[in-house]
């Protein structure tokens, strides 16, 4: 298998948007399949994690986003409250499975860490290009109530996969950038 298909995708994303001798902006990337390759990623590693078990606990439990949705209060909040929500998801998943690589960790595992983190990467240049506010460190230092605790990689793996699924999907795919000129 693969594991360089989240660099080899952001390769592609950034052919398409230059042109050569030209300086352009970064063109919006609507296009949900984009997405639906970096959440396929996500879920072969939670697959191959599934099978792990005492060699896969977490020496000290890590903080994750929350991946549920209440709709109603979704849809309720806008652009840059729904962008805000998935950028610190996304931070906050980069860190946690970030942490992994301190430690000895298969080979397996560790191409399933790299990748996620370059997916991670490359899924915040898709928000980038379409206008989506980047992450900003909360002021306040209390605990965040859309976060939870886990102790076991594949936990993390599952829930990476839930929010690309979820909340990514649901910013991506109502971006306004992508519906202008659409009635």
Known sequence: MFHGSGLFA??????????????SPLRP????????????????????????????SIATNVTVPLTR????????????????????GLHLLNEAIGSLQ??????????????????IASIRQVLRSLSIPEYVTPTSSGEDKETQKISSISELFQVHVNF????????????PVCHQGVS
Do not use: Y
């Open 10 to 23: 952001l390769l592609l994303m950034v052919l398409e948007w230059t042109c050569p001798g030209l300086s």
């Open 29 to 56: 990337i609507c296009d949900l399949r984009v997405l639906d390759h970096f959440i396929k990623e996500a879920w072969d590693a939670e697959a191959a994690m599934r099978a792990c078990k005492d060699d896969c």
């Open 69 to 88: 949705v209440d709709f109603e209060v979704w849809e309720a909040m806008n652009i840059e409250e729904q962008a805000q929500e998935v950028q610190s």
């Open 102 to 119: 301190i430690s000895n960790q298969t080979e397996v595992l560790q191409s399933h860490i790299d990748a996620s983190i370059r997916n």
């Open 164 to 175: 690309l699924r979820g909340k990514a999907r649901l910013l991506l795919a109502n971006a």
